[in-house]
C-alpha cells in the first residue's frame, strides 16, 4: 500500500493554499502516494474539489482562540491515521509539529505559502519566536517563492539544505482564454457596449488590498476621454472585508460600475471576461491567482512585492508597481487602457511563461521529490 500522507491545515476553504493542495492531491498519482487532510477548523464546499475517492478530510473543530484540547484531538488523528509523513502548513499549524513528534510520525514537513493581515511581511516578534521554536521539530521546508526562503533563512534561521523550493503550478487546460463567461456575467461580453473590466480575485482581506484598487479605479473612471467610461471593475471574492468595500464603492461613487462577486468556483469563466488582472496585495507568497490569470492570456499588475516579481516579468508579461505609491498603480493600469496591442501582447506573453515555468506537472514532480527524499531517510 503506498504510504500515507497527512496534510495539516487551518480550514479548507477557498484560498490560493487550500487551491494549491488541492490541485496536489488530485495531480499526483495514486500509487505513488496516498493522502488524509486534517483541518483545524472545519471545512467547506470546497472539498468537493478534490477529484480523488480516496482522500479522508477530516475536522478537530478547533474552538476560537486557545484550545488545549485541539492538540490532543490531532493526536488522536495521527496516531488513528498512521502517516508516514505530515505535511503542515504556515504559522497556524506549525506547531503541531511537535504532535506529529509526539504521536511518532518520523517524517515531518512544513510549508510557508505566505503571512497573514495582521504579519504581511513576517515580521511579527512572536509568530517569529513560535517559529523559531519549532523549527527542531521539522525535517523540511518548504517555501513557494525564492523570497520566503530567504525570509526563512534570515529570520527564521531555518540552514538552507533543509529548505526546498517549489513554486505553485497551474491547470493551463482549465484556464485558458477561450470558453464562455459566467452565466451572470453582469455586463455586454462583446459589441459596442462591452465594457473595459479591470478585474481580481482573491480573499477579502487586508492584506489583499482592494480598498486601493478601488481608489484607483475611481480615480481612472473620473478622468477624461471615451475608455473612462467604458470602465468596470469587478472584485471576486469573500472574506471580512467585503462590507468595508461595499461601504467605500458607495462613498466614491462608483458602486454601479463595481461588481462586488462574492466567493465563487467559477474562476477560469471569470478570468476570461478581464481585459487585465489587478492584484493588489501588500505582500504575496507565490499568488495561484497571478498564475490563473497568466495561463488566462490576461495581463497582470501587481506591487513589487514577494514573490510577484518571480511571476511577472515586468514589461514583457505584465507590470510591476511601486506598491509604497498610491499613483503607480493608476499609472500601470492606465498604460494597458491607452493600448490594447500591448494589453494583447503581454497576455500571449504571460500564458507562454505559465506553460513553460509554471506547470501542474513541475509542481507535483516537485513535491514527490521531496516526499521520495524524506522515504529513503527513514
Given at each position: 500500500?503506498a ?7 487551518y480550514?479548507?476553504?477557498?484560498g490560493?493554499l ?19 487532510i486534517?483541518c483545524?477548523?472545519g ?8 477529484a ?6 477530516v475536522?478537530?473543530d ?7 484540547g ?25 506547531d ?5 513528534l ?7 514537513v512544513?510549508?510557508e505559502?505566505?503571512?497573514d ?5 513576517g515580521e511579527s516578534?512572536?509568530?517569529l ?11 523540511r521546508y518548504?517555501a ?21 523550493q ?24 462583446a ?11 482573491g ?13 484607483a479605479f475611481?480615480?481612472?473612471a473620473?478622468?477624461p476621454?471615451a475608455?473612462a467610461?467604458r470602465l ?5 471574492g ?16 462608483i ?12 474562476a477560469?469563466?471569470?478570468l ?7 492584484l ?7 499568488s495561484?491567482?497571478?498564475l ?16 510577484n516579481?518571480?511571476l ?9 508597481y511601486?506598491?509604497?505609491?498610491p ?5 500601470a ?23 513553460a ?13 521531496l ?8
Open positions: 500500500m504510504p500515507l500522507i497527512a496534510h495539516v491545515i480550514r479548507l476553504d477557498f490560493g487550500e487551491n494549491g493542495l488541492v490541485n496536489l492531491l488530485n495531480g499526483m498519482p495514486r500509487e505513488k502516494y496516498r493522502h488524509a486534517v483545524l477548523a471545512f467547506s464546499a470546497f472539498r468537493d474539489r478534490i480523488r475517492d480516496d482522500v479522508e478530510v475536522s478537530v478547533k474552538r476560537p482562540g486557545k484550545d488545549l485541539a492538540y490532543a484531538r490531532v493526536w488522536r488523528q495521527f496516531t488513528r491515521l498512521r502517516p508516514a509523513i505530515v505535511h503542515t502548513r504556515n504559522l497556524g499549524t506549525v503541531l509539529q511537535w504532535v506529529a509526539a504521536a511518532g510520525v518520523r517524517r515531518r512544513h510549508g505559502h505566505g503571512w493581515a495582521s504579519d504581511p511581511r516578534v512572536r509568530a519566536r513560535i517559529r523559531r521554536a519549532c523549527r527542531p521539530a521539522i525535517g518548504v513557494v517563492s525564492k523570497d520566503i526562503g530567504r525570509w526563512l533563512h534570515d529570520r527564521v534561521g531555518v540552514a538552507p539544505a533543509r529548505i526546498r517549489i513554486y505553485n503550478g497551474v491547470d493551463a487546460e482549465r484556464f485558458n482564454p477561450a470558453g464562455p463567461l459566467p452565466n451572470d456575467w453582469p455586463w455586454p461580453p459589441g459596442p457596449e462591452r465594457p473595459l473590466v479591470i478585474g481580481t480575485i480573499r477579502l482581506d487586508r492584506i489583499k488590498n482592494q480598498g486601493a484598487l478601488l481608489e475611481a480615480r481612472l473620473s478622468a476621454g475608455s467610461a468596470r471593475l469587478a472584485i471576486v469573500g472574506g471580512p472585508e467585503e462590507g468595508v468595500l461595499r461601504e467605500r464603492a458607495q462613498a466614491l461613487g458602486a454601479p460600475r463595481v461588481w462586488l462577486a462574492g466567493a465563487r468556483g467559477d477560469p469563466a471569470l476570461r471576461g478581464f481585459d487585465i488582472f489587478v493588489p496585495s501588500v505582500n504575496e507568497g507565490i495561484n491567482t497571478i490563473e490569470a497568466m495561463a488566462s492570456a490576461r495581463p497582470v499588475v501587481a506591487g513589487r512585492v514577494g514573490g516579481g518571480e511577472i516579468e515586468d514589461g514583457h508579461t505584465g507590470t510591476l511601486d506598491a509604497a505609491d499613483c503607480a498603480l493608476d499609472a493600469i492606465q498604460r494597458y487602457l491607452d493600448d490594447d496591442r500591448l494589453c494583447a501582447a503581454h497576455g500571449g506573453a504571460a500564458r507562454e511563461r505559465c506553460l515555468g509554471f506547470s501542474m506537472g513541475a509542481m507535483v514532480q516537485g513535491y514527490t521529490a516526499y521520495d527524499e524524506l522515504m529513503r531517510r527513514n
